[in-house]
Each structure stands twice: as C-alpha cells, then as structure tokens.
C-alpha cells in the first residue's frame, strides 16, 4: 500500500505575507511539517505542492518538490481544486494531506493517526481538538438541554478540526469527493499541537509558545 504526503504552499498569502518562510524556533515555518512527516512510518513519500520552486530552500531535503500550476494560487481557488490536481499526478493508495500552519503537531499524533487507516480499521483520520464547555449554534444549544444543564465533566464534548493534517483512502476523494471518509478515527489534540497559524496574532503566539514549551531549534 502506497502512502503519500501533500503539503501544498503558497507563497504569496494576504493575511500575512511569507507566511510559510517566517521563522519559528530556528527554521521556516514551512519546515516544521515536512520533517515530522518524513520520520512517519509507512509513508512512502512526503510532497510541496507549491508553485514557486525557491520554496525548496526552505524544506528538508528529504521532502520532495513538486511544482504546481500557478492558476492553483488563486485566492478564490478552494482547497479541492489543489488536492485532485496532486492526486491526478502523484498516484497513491492512502494520502496525507497536511499544513504547514500547524507547526507543532507531534509525529506520534501523525504516526497513531497513518496506523489506524494501514491496519483497516479506519478509512481515513483527522486531528481535531476536543471542546468540552456549554455550546451554541445559530441561537441554540447543541450539546445541552436548557432544562437539564449537566455538569460540564458530563456534558457531550464538540470536536473541532484543526489543519494538521487529513488522511484518506484514494477512494475516499477520487469517488466520494471527500477528504473524511464514513469510519474516520479522530486524533485528538490540544494545547500546542492545536496551534494554527493564520495571522499576525497567531504568528506571534505560536513563537510565545515555542519558546514557553522549548520547542527544540
């Protein structure tokens, strides 16, 4: 069984220009990701899909290059539009599609989640985070009764995708067009690895943290 990682990048991001080249704890931000997932076991390959190659000084040199069309850098274009032209190109039998905004996903959080799609259990993984608190949705609560307002310990936790990464069988999106499958097991995360790196702000705080939890330069 084939395993591939996708790590697309733009270069040129509006709400914080370079984004993806901006130093944090001793390297590019887009660094990070690559060189958690080429220690993952079971992939075969991890790709930037970018369509600039200067990008290739920023990376590990493990992680392979493969230049996209610069039409896929369009700020209207959506994520799906990336994914199937990697896909029609690289062919695999499971893809890890991962960001480079989530800086401090640990590898065994990559490694449990890849584990669950290779031994059968599961057709694809997501990381999220767990939010266990009293919440609402268009004027409403969704994971409580008004009436019968448990103790929070016991109240019905909501789980938020983070953009860590995505995995999934081929099937998964050449077929059902989706990046999470019907059986999909969830990587939980919290605390640093849910950091994503956005703007400014977030920027600022994801180096606040590294440097608070030591991350490693």
Not at 35 to 42: A, I, R
Not at 124 to 150: C, H, M
Request: proline residues 6%; glycine residues 4%; charged residues 25%.
């Amino acid at each position: 069984m084939k395993t591939v990682a996708l790590i697309p990048i733009k270069l040129n991001s509006q709400r914080l220009p370079q984004k993806n080249l901006l130093p944090i704890a001793g390297h590019p931000l887009c660094w990070h990701i690559c060189n958690t997932l080429n220690q993952v076991e079971g992939l075969d390959e991890v790709y930037v899909y970018c369509s600039d190659p200067a990008v290739k000084k920023y990376i590990p040199e493990k992680t392979k290059f493969l230049q996209r069309p610069e039409w896929l850098d369009g700020d209207l274009v959506k994520g799906f539009d990336i994914y199937r032209e990697f896909i029609n190109v690289v062919d695999a039998d499971v893809y890890v599609l991962a960001h480079t905004t989530s800086p401090f996903i640990r590898l065994s959080s990559c490694q449990i989640a890849l584990n669950r799609i290779l031994d059968g259990s599961h057709d694809s993984s997501f990381s999220a985070e767990r939010i266990q608190t009293f919440a609402w949705y268009q004027g409403k609560p969704i994971n409580y009764d008004l009436n019968d307002v448990p103790r929070t310990q016991d109240i019905e936790p909501i789980w938020a995708e983070t953009s860590a990464f995505f995995m999934f069988k081929k099937e998964i999106f050449t077929i059902y067009r989706r990046r999470i499958g019907f059986n999909p097991y969830i990587q939980e995360v919290s605390g640093i690895e849910a950091v994503d790196i956005d703007e400014r702000k977030d920027y600022d705080m994801a180096c606040m943290l590294a440097k608070a939890e030591r991350v490693e330069e």
